[in-house]
């Protein structure tokens, strides 16, 4: 097994949290809900493996969410390939002795009983080769001073949804949470729940959930799903009352994509990832491209949170107004890098075209003398057509856009690249191979 400190880990990675047991447990499903939460997963799995280098999951939520065990189950590969890279606690040598503890030690004993937890023990040890490390201490102890810090910050986005709540009970509540040592998700639950006030516990629930994930990126030095990790339902639209949550899926479909049919007139259907399978995701990520895309892509997430002025020193948290201008920001941002890449495409594309026109006309040089440069040739060629009046109008014009031709054509930054672009092509490829 090898053990990667989170310090370490350098490509872009996602904390994907999804998979949480306590997520689904907390409601009666039907068979078609199950079903949709399935495919939902999947194609979140699916998109995220494009868009990141990792995607790192915890060690818990794999063995304890049945919805893990039949995704890992059927899809061993993103474990095997290293997509999926399990976060384990830093008192564990493996897997094995994670079990174990469990079954012995810990507060959730019954829920690594039976058969189907050994199964998975066994899938992780036959298919893994790394995991990120992480101390449980450090991460419980962040998880507190966070969830106080925004019960007694009244431009929290928490105060925000506390609002009507009596400031008596709010200021009671987190001097609850202040005595706890090490607070467990339930523990704080329960702190919600014991005051009897309906929207302070499902609020304050909400939140609770939303730190925990929160302090699990923090702890493996990931990213959640975004600045404002809505994965759970704790929504833009309760928070701003606005029309959207904002996550990597929706980026990707609504804004990234939608830009990219209204620029291109390229139309991506919504289930374009349902028809790759993860063969064909590791197909694509093993192309040179994608490490070049990945790195692009967020770094203009990157660029966009730079763009605005976030009230969280630690920019995790953002406010109503932050994530309403995050979003203005990032359709921005990402209009002007795709019509940049349309130019350059264009550009790239006339002088490809150019330059096979003239490798054509080289056949000529034996009757027209040698050229030493592209536009000589071309000159000469013309001039010896008879058309001497376009000649030296001819000559300036070449010497002009092959100059402007080499300025744009910049291979060493990746702002100036398709990068998006083509690798959106590449995705249409693989979509179009299969609807044949």
Not at 164 to 188: F, K, M, V
Not at 325 to 348: A, D
Request: hydrophobic share 35%.
């Amino acid at each position: 097994m090898r053990y990667i400190d989170p310090e370490n880990l350098n490509t872009p990675r996602a904390y994907f949290t999804e998979f949480d047991r306590v997520t689904f447990s907390q409601v009666a499903w039907t068979k078609d809900d199950i079903e949709a939460i399935k495919l939902n997963l999947e194609r979140k799995i699916k998109l995220l493996s494009c868009i990141k280098g990792k995607v790192i999951v915890a060690t818990s939520h794999l063995f304890e969410s049945e919805l893990a065990h039949e995704f890992i189950k059927e899809n061993p590969i993103v474990l095997e390939e290293g997509i999926i890279v399990p976060a384990l606690n830093s008192q564990h040598k493996d897997f094995s002795t994670f079990l174990t503890y469990k079954r012995q030690k810990s507060k959730e004993q019954k829920d690594y009983v039976g058969h189907d937890k050994d199964q998975i023990n066994s899938l992780l040890n036959n298919s893994v080769d790394a995991v990120v490390r992480w101390d449980s201490q450090e991460t419980s102890s962040w998880l507190k001073q966070r969830l106080l810090r925004d019960m007694e910050d009244d431009r929290s986005v928490l105060r925000f949804n506390l609002s009507g709540t009596p400031l008596s009970l709010i200021s009671e509540t987190s001097s609850r949470i202040g005595e706890l040592e090490s607070p467990s998700r339930n523990e704080l639950y329960e702190i919600a729940k014991e005051p009897g006030n309906k929207i302070l516990w499902t609020r304050l629930s909400d939140y609770v959930d939303f730190v925990y994930y929160l302090a699990g990126a923090n702890a493996v030095n990931s990213e959640g799903i975004l600045p404002q990790e809505n994965l759970i339902d704790f929504s833009i639209s309760d928070l701003a009352r606005g029309k959207t949550t904002l996550s990597d899926y929706e980026i990707f479909y609504r804004i990234f994509l939608n830009i990219i049919k209204e620029k291109t007139q390229k139309i991506f259907p919504l289930e374009i990832l349902d028809a790759l399978t993860f063969d064909d995701i590791i197909e694509l990520r093993k192309n040179l491209l994608h490490s070049d895309f990945v790195e692009k892509y967020n770094l203009l997430m990157q660029n966009t949170k730079q763009r605005i002025e976030i009230t969280d020193t630690e920019q995790l948290i953002l406010t109503a107004e932050e994530l309403a201008q995050f979003e203005y920001e990032l359709h921005s941002i990402f209009t002007e890098t795709i019509v940049k890449e349309i130019q350059l495409m264009k550009k790239k594309d006339f002088q490809k075209r150019g330059t096979k026109v003239l490798k054509d006309a080289s056949s000529l040089i034996p009757f027209y003398g040698t050229a030493k440069t592209i536009s000589q040739l071309t000159v000469s060629v013309l001039s010896f057509s008879g058309f001497n009046k376009q000649v030296k109008q001819t000559e300036q014009k070449i010497v002009r856009d092959l100059g402007q031709l080499q300025k744009l054509v910049d291979r060493s930054s990746l702002d100036k690249k398709p990068l998006l672009i083509k690798f959106l092509s590449e995705i249409a490829k693989k979509y179009s191979s299969k609807l044949i």
